[in-house]
T-cell receptor
Framework: QKEVEQNSGPLSVPEGAIASLNCTYS??????FFWYRQYSGKSPELIMF????GDKEDGRFTAQLNKASQYVSLLIRDSQPSDSATYLC????????????FGRGTSLIVHP | DTEVTQTPKHLVMGMTNKKSLKCEQH?????MYWYKQKAKKPPELMFV???????INESVPSRFSPECPNSSLLNLHLHALQPEDSALYLC????????????FGQGTRLTVV
């Protein structure tokens, strides 16, 4: 059973702070890692993807991947109230798969 | 164009009704998915179509019947649903390689009464 684990939260941070969201996965051979943002009642929206160890930055978002530790994280700098949402980690496993497995999601609350 | 279009956005149906959910994409993706999502839960995979053929059925009850008429369209036929089937139904599509993201439609909010 390939698993993707996230703390459900909520994670509460003040406006302007850095929000750090974490995800671990069980399949050591996993290849692709995605972060989706989902507002309440809406569909998931892709915000970041990462394939290689290290950091990947896109605006206020940074994805960090450590395959040795089977850990992927998402940092949101200068958090805004509009960032309040559930963040879903998705992982594509090894073995020729293309189907993402989702974690349970972390609820982020950014308070003014 | 990275759009996946789902219709209808909202659907209320009785337990004896037959209805269909529709999904369309024009990104040339050959993998299409149906997910079910309950409140405060992650999306739960139901079906995967690969090149218009059903490749994965995650033990979904037969009252849900998927159909892929062509490479751009995906339907989910609903019949004799139960109130516990009320959920957000999400369609997604992707290329068939590991380094590709899945794009989601806006979802259909289904209520079974």
């Amino acid at each position: 059973q390939k698993e993707v684990e996230q703390n459900s939260g909520p994670l509460s941070v003040p406006e302007g702070a850095i929000a750090s969201l974490n995800c671990t996965y069980s399949d050591r051979g996993s290849q692709s890692f995605f972060w989706y943002r989902q507002y309440s009642g809406k569909s998931p929206e892709l915000i970041m993807f990462i394939y290689s160890n290290g950091d990947k930055e896109d605006g206020r978002f940074t994805a960090q991947l450590n395959k040795a530790s089977q850990y992927v994280s998402l940092l949101i700098r200068d958090s805004q109230p509009s960032d309040s949402a559930t963040y879903l980690c998705a992982v594509v496993a090894s073995g020729g798969s293309y189907i993402p497995t989702f974690g349970r999601g972390t609820s982020l609350i950014v308070h003014p | 164009d990275t759009e996946v279009t789902q219709t209808p956005k909202h659907l209320v149906m009785g337990m004896t009704n037959k209805k269909s959910l529709k999904c369309e994409q024009h990104m040339g993706h050959r993998a299409m998915y149906w997910y079910k999502q309950k409140a405060k839960k992650p999306p739960e995979l139901m079906f995967v179509y690969s090149y218009e053929k059903l490749s994965i059925n995650e033990s979904v009850p037969s009252r849900f019947s998927p159909e892929c008429p062509n490479s751009s369209l995906l339907n989910l036929h609903l019949h004799a649903l139960q109130p516990e089937d009320s959920a957000l139904y999400l369609c997604a599509s992707s290329r068939q390689d590991s380094n590709t993201e899945a794009f989601f439609g806006q979802g259909t909010r289904l209520t079974v009464v």
